[in-house]
T-cell receptor, first 114, second 115 residues
Framework: DGGITQSPKYLFRKEGQNVTLSCEQN?????MYWYRQDPGQGLRLIYY???????QKGDIAEGYSVSREKKESFPLTVTSAQKNPTAFYLC?????????????FGSGTQLSVL | AQSVTQLGSHVSVSEGALVLLRCNYS??????LFWYVQYPNQGLQLLLK??????LVKGINGFEAEFKKSETSFHLTKPSAHMSDAAEYFC?????????????FGTGTRLQVTL
């Protein structure tokens, strides 16, 4: 089945530790996105990538890093510089670069601080 | 930049009653607008989208939304609520200000359906 897979479903981070969230898609989509979801704040864009080997900062990129070495994969690293990492992280993708195409979402990763 | 405002973070309706979830947008150009639904501990899925073809848009699960330029609104409605409609709903607008293609989401409205 085609879709987006996020792993792990739950992740715990210790102080000063970097952690990486995985996002893989087999939909052959060009564009991929990372959103952070906090209660009452909706979704906020962290990073996005329109094509392989290219990515741009979203609205809240500080404390995060990404890579896009393969079309299928867009991992997100939450660095120790992110002082408030506890949130639900959602990865999404879509075909092409037109603005009216829908996003396909993964089932999310809940990150918590120990 | 485009933005959306969702009025009411929580809405409660009885089963069988009308569902009305409000969304107002701000845009300097004709926008593309979307409604997504999120069930607990899951990602979002598209309910419907407006791309200027028709002002009344029908989506999945009996939902529809009407684009009203004069009111800058894109409210989501369903004539008769079902228990399975309980979820969080997000309105979103597509960013048309640059070459990037990304969505800006509202803060969400949690729909509760009671017996």
């Amino acid at each position: 089945d085609g879709g987006i897979t996020q792993s792990p479903k739950y992740l715990f981070r210790k102080e000063g530790q970097n952690v990486t969230l995985s996002c893989e898609q087999n939909l052959n989509h060009d564009a991929m996105y990372w959103y952070r979801q906090d209660p009452g704040q909706g979704l906020r864009l962290i990073y996005y990538s329109q094509i392989v080997n290219d990515f741009q900062k979203g609205d809240i990129a500080e404390g995060y890093s990404v890579s896009r070495e393969k079309k299928e994969s867009f991992p997100l690293t939450v660095t120790s510089a992110q002082k408030n990492p506890t949130a639900f992280y959602l990865c999404a993708s879509k075909f092409g670069q037109t603005t009216n195409e829908k996003l396909f979402f993964g089932s999310g990763t809940q990150l918590s601080v120990l | 930049a485009q933005s959306v405002t969702q009025l009411g973070s929580h809405v409660s309706v009885s089963e069988g009653a009308l569902v009305l979830l409000r969304c107002n947008y701000s845009s300097s150009v004709p926008p593309y607008l979307f409604w997504y639904v999120q069930y607990p501990n899951q990602g979002l899925q598209l309910l419907l989208k407006y791309t200027s073809a028709a002002t009344l848009v029908k989506g999945i699960n009996g939902f529809e939304a009407e684009f009203k330029k004069s009111e800058t609104s894109f409210h989501l409605t369903k004539p008769s609520a079902h228990m399975s409609d309980a979820a969080e709903y997000f309105c979103a607008v597509s960013d048309l200000t640059g070459t990037a293609s990304k969505l800006t989401f509202g803060t969400g409205t949690r729909l509760q359906v009671t017996l």
